[in-house]
């Protein structure tokens, strides 16, 4: 049995078993397809069946389309890894726990090396102080928000260490600040115009292709209500709103705000494993795959590039992805990986929050495409 039926009946078996609720899973190698798979319902109380190009909210798969936008405009001569973010956002400033004012690079926000992390606590401070992390439903402004950061003590010195955080919204927000306009425009300038990730937005491209968001339950996944906080004990408990990606007004999220399809971010991580034509040179298609953050304390068995963390040991980061591949995902349910060595690309899009992607399910695809037979 060969990868593509393993890993579709091991899709089969998650839908069947009610560990998610929809899902789509495409399995590259050397760019050909030999997987195109989709299983259970994109509505399941309407019995809409998933499709290929079923809309997705991305949640955290934005970020790589966020971060490809960055290098692209680096690429161009806008600005600089090394450049001080204070120089395009005046606006931020956050302090270090005893009151001094750091310099936080772009390198940082690219490297979730800056300080930030994501704490829900931020979200539950009052109403005028409070910092939406991307998810939850606001009518702020990149500036308005994310200037709330200010009060807020960072967590350690910047380039001290890594730690996931809300440092890719910072990152889009000065995308914005330098292009001229809204962070959409210059993302689909740079990345998903050229790459033809059509239905790649902060918005919604078609209402009737968009996936019902589903929340963890304690028998089966349950329809998410609007906002949802994961239960005590969940890796993920700052809020989450479905309705967020009707809202016009609320801040274009470059760490969380996308919706789209499957088909959209494999054309994306593609690109980069082929070389980054025609968005990036080869040799920034390289970095954004190879470790960017060095030996700074961090996650175990895993360091990190520009678009996703990198596989140093399989053992110590609890997956069967060899050494070497660099994997991502979004808590609304989708995860992808690209395996370098093996010219293999695979994005699974479910969505089950939080289970297709922090959950059990995202390491059973993966054991499907490794297993042998």
């Known amino acids: 049995?060969?990868?593509?039926?393993?890993?579709?009946?091991?899709?089969?078996?998650?839908?069947?078993?009610?560990?998610?609720?929809?899902?789509?899973?495409?399995?590259?190698?050397?760019?050909?397809?030999?997987?195109?798979?989709?299983?259970?319902?994109?509505?399941?109380?309407?019995?809409?069946p998933v499709r290929l190009d079923t809309i997705f909210r991305y949640a955290s798969v934005t970020k790589p389309?966020?971060?490809?936008?960055?290098?692209?405009?680096?690429?161009?001569?806008?600005?600089?890894?090394?450049?001080?973010?204070?120089?395009?956002?005046?606006?931020?400033?956050?302090?270090?726990?005893?009151?001094?004012?750091?310099?936080?690079?772009?390198?940082?926000?690219?490297?979730?090396?800056?300080?930030?992390?994501?704490?829900?606590?931020?979200?539950?401070?009052?109403p005028e102080r409070a910092v939406s992390l991307g998810l939850s439903n606001t009518d702020l402004t990149l500036k308005e928000n994310f200037s709330r950061c200010n009060a807020v003590p960072l967590a350690f010195e910047p380039g001290g260490r890594?730690?996931?955080?809300?440092?890719?919204?910072?990152?889009?927000?000065?995308?914005?600040?330098?292009?001229?306009?809204?962070?959409?425009?210059?993302?689909?300038r740079y990345v998903t115009g050229p790459l033809r990730m059509g239905d790649a937005r902060f918005r919604v491209t078609d209402l009737k292709r968009l996936s019902v968001a589903y929340a963890d339950g304690t028998e089966r996944p349950t329809r998410?209500?609007?906002?949802?906080?994961?239960?005590?004990?969940?890796?993920?408990?700052?809020?989450?709103?479905?309705?967020?990606?009707?809202?016009?007004?609320?801040?274009?999220?470059?760490?969380?705000?996308?919706?789209?399809?499957?088909?959209?971010?494999?054309?994306?991580?593609?690109?980069?494993?082929?070389?980054?034509?025609?968005?990036?040179?080869?040799?920034?298609?390289?970095?954004?795959?190879?470790?960017?953050?060095?030996?700074?304390?961090?996650?175990?068995?895993?360091?990190?590039?520009?678009?996703g963390g990198i596989i140093t040991d399989p053992v110590l980061a609890g997956t069967c992805l060899p050494a070497g591949a660099v994997r991502w995902g979004g808590v609304y349910g989708g995860t992808w990986f690209i395996d370098p060595a093996r010219k293999l690309t695979v994005v699974n899009l479910t969505n089950t929050a939080l289970e297709g992607c922090m959950g059990l399910y995202p390491e059973r695809i993966r054991r499907a495409v490794y297993a042998e037979d």
């Open 162 to 188: 890594w730690a996931y955080s809300h440092a890719t919204d910072i990152l889009g927000a000065l995308i914005a600040t330098i292009y001229g306009d809204f962070l959409e425009a210059a993302v689909i």
């Open 1 to 48: 049995m060969g990868i593509a039926e393993r890993v579709n009946r091991a899709v089969d078996e998650a839908v069947s078993e009610e560990q998610v609720v929809g899902a789509v899973v495409l399995v590259y190698q050397d760019g050909e397809p030999l997987l195109c798979k989709t299983a259970g319902y994109a509505d399941r109380e309407a019995q809409l």
């Open 224 to 307: 998410m209500p609007d906002p949802w906080i994961p239960a005590e004990g969940a890796e993920w408990r700052a809020p989450f709103s479905p309705s967020r990606i009707f809202n016009p007004k609320a801040f274009q999220s470059g760490g969380a705000g996308m919706a789209g399809t499957a088909g959209d971010i494999l054309k994306l991580l593609e690109v980069f494993r082929q070389g980054g034509s025609p968005i990036v040179s080869p040799e920034t298609a390289a970095a954004a795959l190879s470790n960017q953050i060095g030996d700074v304390p961090g996650d175990p068995g895993m360091r990190f590039g520009y678009l």
């Open 65 to 126: 389309i966020v971060a490809a936008t960055a290098l692209a405009m680096i690429e161009a001569g806008l600005f600089r890894t090394d450049d001080a973010v204070s120089d395009f956002l005046p606006w931020f400033r956050p302090r270090t726990p005893d009151g001094r004012e750091p310099r936080i690079t772009v390198h940082h926000l690219l490297t979730h090396t800056s300080g930030l992390v994501y704490d829900p606590a931020l979200e539950a401070l009052p």
